[in-house]
């Protein structure tokens, strides 16, 4: 017989104090759980007869939903420091850091940059991708080029995993000049006497 225990949905620690449900079986189906919420739940086993109970607080499991009831239990944590800014020739350095989550299942396998011009970035083709630990120290940098002069950039960066792509929102924005800047033609000097 196992008994099932879970905590609020808030985030916190199991309550081992309030049986959820028992059963015979290695499989159990909870009721539909509130979004958005982070669940524990944990399993223990116990006599058929004796009703004496183990007391594991090994065997449990993490369930993180978004407001849209969506799994984000297993997808990498966003990058971190994002900023982009203009080079020479027309081109858009995009730098950001790993998020350093060291769990196995949530270390990103790479990144995809998106973007948008003079709007929102398009989520649905990335401009670029980079394979995680291509970067240096956990930093990763590219450079986005065959940009238009004058035109508003919108950046956005997204870690994705063996279970799907974060759903990251932050958003850059920057504007890129192809052409250089006017040579000095002349430089006038004076000089100022004391008085």
Known sequence: MYAIYMNDGGGGSVDYSLVLATTSKTTWTSRPLDAPGSYKLAVRSRGIFSGL?????????ELILDDSARDLTDLPSPPRGMRAFALAGGKLRVEWAD???VRPLRRPLGYRVYVGIDGPPDYT???AILSWGGGKLGGYSIDLDR???GR????GVRAYGACGEEQNTVVLTSSVDESPPEEVDAICVRILGSE
């Open 147 to 149: 940009l238009t002069s």
């Open 53 to 61: 109970e183990e007391k594991n607080v090994d065997a449990v499991v």
């Open 99 to 101: 998020s350093g989550d």
């Open 125 to 127: 083709t990335p401009r």
């Open 152 to 155: 508003a950039y919108q950046v």
